[in-house]
């Protein structure tokens, strides 16, 4: 059983930058795709990137397009977001899935069999 363990969230001012990282543990983590996804307060989770296991297919949620960059370290079996041009509206819970089998990035929910307990970003003044 994999386990995921998301960190680097925090409080930062619009305009301003955060990296989030996602530490995976048990089953090997090279094999899967692994997305990111976040939740608002009385909103759905929604997708936010994924990436393929070698790093070389990413697909972005359109509102985070050109500003957030999802990359993974397969030695270190860790993944991560690099989030930049922050806005208020990306305040949310992140989390971190792996997707069920399959080489392919999704961005339903239901293809992630396994998700982290999540990180809090506020984007605030």
């Known amino acids: 059983q994999v386990q995921l363990v998301e960190s680097g969230g925090g409080l930062v001012h619009p305009g301003g930058s955060l990296r989030l990282s996602c530490s995976a543990s048990g089953r090997t983590f090279s094999n899967y795709v692994m997305g990111w996804f976040r939740q608002a307060p009385g909103k759905e989770r929604e997708f936010v990137a994924a990436?393929?296991?070698?790093?070389?297919?990413?697909y972005y949620a359109d509102s985070v397009k050109g500003r957030f960059t999802i990359s993974r370290d397969n030695a270190k079996n860790t993944l991560y977001l690099q989030m930049n041009s922050l806005k208020p509206e990306d305040t949310a819970v992140y989390y971190c899935?792996?997707?069920?089998?399959?080489?392919?990035?999704?961005?339903?929910?239901?293809?992630?069999?396994?998700w982290g307990q999540g990180t809090q970003v506020t984007v605030s003044s």
């Open positions: 899935a792996q997707q069920g089998p399959g080489g392919i990035p999704q961005r339903a929910k239901y293809a992630y069999n396994t």
């Open positions: 990436i393929n296991w070698s790093g070389g297919i990413t």
